[in-house]
Nanobody, 127 residues
């Protein structure tokens, strides 16, 4: 069983910084994408950034240049450094991980596709 545990949310003034961390526990075999989403009240969940195992990185236009995603596969963590925060960044932030279907050649064990979510952490930016 794989779980994602987030930390690092809070209250910050406009222009400030926060760092969110997400740690995966359990068997993370074949986890390919790890990233961050957010959801503000009354809005749809928005993809902010992800990092693939192969190093491919994506940022939404709304955070490009302000947020930086980093991933440590050995520690099974993905962090989001958020700088120059704005009131419109206020939302609940969610860690996400995707497992692609795969077979481990050494053991023959098969893994099904799986999408994982953290519990969410509140980020509030005051003006």
């Amino acid at each position: 069983q794989v779980q994602l545990v987030e930390s690092g949310g809070g209250l910050v003034q406009s222009g400030g910084s926060l760092r969110l961390s997400c740690a995966a526990t359990g068997d993370t075999t074949c986890i390919s994408y790890m990233g961050w989403y957010r959801q503000a009240p009354g809005k749809e969940r928005e993809l902010l950034a992800f990092k693939h195992n192969d190093g491919t990185t994506y940022y939404a236009d709304s955070v490009k240049g302000r947020f930086t995603i980093s991933r440590d596969n050995a520690k099974k963590t993905v962090d989001l450094q958020m700088n120059n925060l704005k009131p419109e960044d206020t939302a609940v932030y969610y860690c996400n991980a995707d497992r692609e279907p795969c077979t481990v050649l050494a053991t023959g064990r098969k893994y099904e596709r799986l999408e994982l979510w953290g519990q969410g952490t509140q980020v509030t930016v005051s003006s």
